[in-house]
């Protein structure tokens, strides 16, 4: 098991966009009226989902922490769901 990558749902996509791009130097090839953004960076996929377009992707709505941007995730790339539970029993 390994980090695959990690998202962030963000309500204010064009500021985040710039903000990684501008300050960080990340190369992000989408406008800043993407839905969604991913990129790699350091062999790691980092994702900015938009929250609408994700709550359309998923067919749910979640609830936000007010007054803030982004909220996050990790993925862990696994083989098989076999490995889920082995780790899971370590």
Known sequence: MHLDGFGLFVED?????????????????????AGNVYLIKDETLFMLYGRNNFEEMTKQKYEYIKDLNGHGEIALYVDTFDEVDEKYEE
């Open 13 to 33: 996509m064009p500021k985040m966009i710039r903000f990684y791009r501008d300050v960080l130097g990340f190369e992000i090839k989408e406008s800043e009226t």
